[in-house]
Nanobody
Framework: QVHFVESGGGLVQPGGSLRLSCATS????????MGWYRQAPGKQRELVAH???????NYADSVKGRFTISRDNAKNTVYLQMDSLKPEDTAVYYC????????????????WGQGTQVTVSS
């Protein structure tokens, strides 16, 4: 089981920015499709963005144009740059990854990390 550790969350005002990081010690990270997910109180976890090992990206409509996912395979780390944050972006953010893109798109994982809390409020 590959483990990922999320960091970088916090409290930010609407319109502000945050950069989340997700790291693993596993060397096969470079071939994983990586996803950022979020779960707001009372809602199901949703896929926010994902990135292939080659760098192809895809975003949920709700964050398109505001969030940017990227990865540094040398550091076994994936990032989520979040700009123009809105109160509705408030959630716990998680990362996870798999060899198969369809499992990342479905959020089909046996375990999740603790996530990092993002709160957007004035």
């Amino acid at each position: 089981q590959v483990h990922f550790v999320e960091s970088g969350g916090g409290l930010v005002q609407p319109g502000g920015s945050l950069r989340l990081s997700c790291a693993t010690s596993r060397s096969i990270f470079s071939i994983y499709v990586m996803g950022w997910y979020r779960q707001a109180p009372g809602k199901q976890r949703e896929l926010v963005a994902h990135i292939t090992g080659g760098g192809s990206t895809n975003y949920a409509d709700s964050v398109k144009g505001r969030f940017t996912i990227s990865r540094d395979n040398a550091k076994n780390t994936v990032y989520l740059q979040m700009d123009s944050l809105k109160p509705e972006d408030t959630a716990v953010y998680y990362c996870n990854g798999e060899l198969l893109a369809k499992k990342v798109q479905a959020g089909d994982f046996g375990s999740w990390g603790q996530g990092t809390q993002v709160t957007v409020s004035s």
